[in-house]
């Protein structure tokens, strides 16, 4: 087989099969007439692209053929691109191949330059996907290889995970809600010299005030009423392993002062005990909240923050992690797919545009949810942006290249004059323009002089 890569042309004019043979010398180009031709093609070669005319015998005349057939290339390749060709101003079977998951249309007669630009254009959405794919079906063999990421900033802080995962330093670690902190907190220990060991995890917001301590540090028998036998609590439970007490800034301040004897001494008494019990754990928080400004209230310790932020490790949003969200996405489908066996396989279009153009306020998590439910909403193979309710998101809104440039300008003099502590001439340096240039850009959006 050769190395170019490989277009199907299911076409029944023989006129039709030569010109486009004859165009598309960079591809392998297979040739079919009919349905039983193409789907033996399909077969024998796996085209990645696929160009389709919807009128194939025995319909030569209708779309019934066509449309059958690409239900069912995409039945048995659901990855496959394929572009139908649809009659003059047969607009309403483009549509319907569209919804049927077709990659793309074009109308007859045949502009060689347009479909050439079609066919190049879904190559290339093929290769992409199918380095997703590949990335995605890489065996967690690392026990960070369950942290789905590809950008910078996030392949960072896996990195800096790995490295603290081998000490014993208290980690903390810091982002927004559904930004990844439980993966990474068992990431952490799975990486770590503790992963035969134990994971416990402890919300410490979901656990009311007054048997946060119980469960905690555990209860001998009778030490309160209903205490009818002597448990263990979490601490105890992650001996030799990881404990991880998330949400760590809700813990409230007389169970901060326990818990830091705890973390100095290394021994709990029990509720109603009176007993010091060593206990070996390594201690991994998380927490939502500005622990700094906290301490500043009065509502979070100062010496215990510095006992569990031995190092801290911020996670970035999802929407400051360059591609991740779509890369997320088809994992997120891959894992969900099989709660609805036969739904759909891919996102399209509108999908795509609407994942990588959300603000993710909800980040990993929001998109987990999305994600889900596109996949029961879904009507046809491919999800749309309306399948995951982002349809009417104000990201989406198309606006004037005139405005959208106008607000990309205003934050990056914003940040400029930010990050040089208000002095012009250093921001115009660092935007690379002349400083009467940056003068006239102020005053043209708006931007007060700093003081
Ligand atoms: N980088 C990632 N790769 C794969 N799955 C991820 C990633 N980040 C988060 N997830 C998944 O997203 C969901 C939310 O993540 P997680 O519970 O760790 O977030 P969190 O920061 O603890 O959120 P919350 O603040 O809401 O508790 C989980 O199902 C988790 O498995
Ligand atoms: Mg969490």
Redesign the pocket.
């Not at 909800?362 to 998590?365: A, L």
């Given at each position: 087989m050769s190395e170019r890569p490989r277009l199907l042309v299911v076409e029944d004019d023989p006129g039709l099969q030569r010109q486009l043979k004859w165009a598309y010398e960079a591809y392998e180009v297979l040739l079919a007439a009919d349905r039983p031709g193409a789907l033996a093609a399909l077969e024998a070669a796996d085209p990645p692209v696929v160009t389709l005319d919807l009128g194939l015998p025995p319909d030569p005349d209708g779309v019934s053929e066509g449309l059958a057939l690409l239900e069912e290339i995409l039945a048995r390749r659901p990855h496959a691109k394929v572009i139908v060709a649809s009659g003059h101003g047969d607009r309403e079977s483009a549509r319907r191949a569209i919804a049927l998951g077709a990659f793309d249309f074009y109308q007859k007669p045949i502009d060689i330059d347009e479909l050439g630009f079609i066919v190049g254009r879904a190559f290339h959405v093929a290769n992409l996907e199918a380095e997703n794919r590949r990335l995605q079906a890489r065996t967690p063999d690392t026990p960070l290889g369950?942290?789905?990421?590809g950008s910078p900033e996030?392949l960072k802080v896996c990195a800096m995970v790995e490295r603290v995962a081998a000490t014993n330093v208290s980690v903390l670690?810091l982002?927004?809600?559904?930004?990844?902190?439980?993966?990474?907190?068992?990431a952490l220990h799975a990486a770590s010299p503790r992963a035969a060991g134990p994971f416990v995890a402890i919300?410490c917001a979901a656990i009311p005030e007054n048997l946060l301590e119980a469960e905690l540090f555990g209860y001998e028998r009778g030490a309160f009423t209903g205490a009818v036998k002597t448990t263990e609590g979490k601490i105890e439970l992650a001996k030799g392993g990881t404990l991880f007490l998330?949400?760590v800034g809700d813990i409230p301040l007389p169970l901060q002062v326990k818990l830091l004897r705890f973390i100095q001494e290394r021994v709990i008494e029990r509720v109603g005990g009176r007993r010091s019990i060593p206990v070996d754990v390594r201690i991994v928080c998380?927490t939502?909240q500005n622990l700094k400004a906290m301490i500043a209230d009065g509502r979070f310790r100062e010496d215990l923050f510095y006992r569990i932020a031995e190092v801290t490790i911020t996670?970035p949003p999802?929407k400051d992690r360059p591609g991740?969200a779509l890369l997320?996405a088809h994992?997120?489908l891959q894992k969900h797919a099989g709660q609805r066996p036969g739904g759909p396989v891919r996102f399209g279009p509108s999908a795509v545009a609407a994942i990588n153009l959300h603000s993710w306020p909800?980040?990993?998590?929001e998109?987990?949810n999305r994600v889900k439910r596109a996949i029961i909403m879904a009507d046809g193979p491919a999800i749309t942006a309306e399948d995951l309710d982002l349809a009417d998101s104000p990201d989406l809104r198309p606006v004037p290249l005139k405005e959208a440039r106008a607000q990309s300008d205003r934050r990056a003099i914003l940040a400029a004059l930010a990050a040089s502590g208000g002095s012009v001439s250093q921001a115009a340096r660092a935007l690379g323009i002349s400083r009467p240039t940056l003068y006239d850009l102020m005053r043209e959006l708006g931007i007060d002089q700093p003081a």
């Open positions: 369950a942290i789905v990421t996030m670690l982002g927004a809600s559904g930004t990844g902190k439980e993966v990474l907190a068992r919300n998330d949400e998380a939502h996670i999802l991740d997320l994992h997120f909800g980040n990993v998590r998109l987990e």
